[in-house]
């Protein structure tokens, strides 16, 4: 605590990978706010590992940032090491990357997490996860989707429930957001679909909580009313800024899948 009883400020950086945009921040790793605004530059094309941390290296020096810094993949990380690639240059994979960044960003410190175990992160610390017991699972409703598991207050990464069979296909070919778009179909229509896939879930998982992200989650009102499932269900509450202060938040905190 500073003199005058504030909380003084602890600051994290993260840069969050996606297929259209690679967005980065400074976080108040006191609330999980952003300290200013966010920086998005376009993700190259092709997006090679190479041509990504020349897009991450350039964002981390506008903010003229030092310390250490937090990096979502959409890939399942091991030992820091990407292990699969989802709308990124498949040569990622295989690709260690903090060792990648030794030529991009000499001397800093680096931390990759798969971008929707950030989120897990962020809405375990500042969000709607804070503080429940027991096992969550927190899905993120994109071009695919992607999954975290907390379990009293710890993450158990590289889930991947997006990707288990669902009618002879996967999950996300069923019921990500992308479908929904693609296959024009009402909201009410694409609850039902998001039912079936979270009751193929609930069959083997009996979670406290589920919690809904991506980008449609800022219509949660549009569709969540029509899900038929057992588990309680909400929005996420940092909403797209979780993977930037997930991934601040593991950088900070020495948090390495």
Do not use: C
């Amino acid at each position: 605590m500073t003199e005058n009883g504030l909380q003084s400020q602890l600051r994290g950086f993260g840069i969050d990978v996606g297929g259209s945009g690679i967005k980065g921040a400074l976080v108040d790793l006191n609330t999980g706010q952003f300290i200013g605004e966010r920086i998005r530059i376009a993700t190259p094309k092709p997006a090679t590992p190479d041509a990504v941390a020349d897009v991450i290296a350039e964002i981390t020096h506008r903010f003229e940032w030092d310390g250490p810094v937090g990096i979502t993949l959409p890939s399942v990380i091991q030992q820091q090491t990407a292990k699969t690639a989802a709308n990124i240059d498949k040569s990622w994979i295989g690709t260690n990357v903090p060792d990648l960044f030794t030529h991009h960003l000499p001397g800093q410190e680096i931390t990759v997490v798969n971008d929707a175990d950030a989120a897990g992160i962020a809405e375990l610390h500042f969000g709607a996860a804070k503080d429940v017991e027991g096992l969550i699972v927190l899905l993120t409703f994109g071009t695919g989707i992607g999954s975290a598991v907390l379990y009293n207050g710890i993450l158990v990464p590289n889930t991947e429930f997006g990707h288990f069979e669902l009618d002879g296909m996967d999950a996300e070919a069923y019921a990500s957001a992308a479908v929904r778009k693609r296959e024009d179909l009402s909201w009410s229509e694409w609850a039902a679909q998001v039912s079936t896939m979270l009751r193929g879930m609930e069959k083997f998982f009996w979670p406290e909580l589920i919690i809904a992200g991506g980008g449609i989650s800022r219509r949660y009102e549009k569709w969540m009313p029509d899900l038929d499932i057992r588990t309680p269900i909400v929005p996420t509450e940092l909403r797209n800024q979780a993977g930037i202060v997930g991934a601040a938040y593991a950088a900070a905190n020495g948090i390495r899948p």
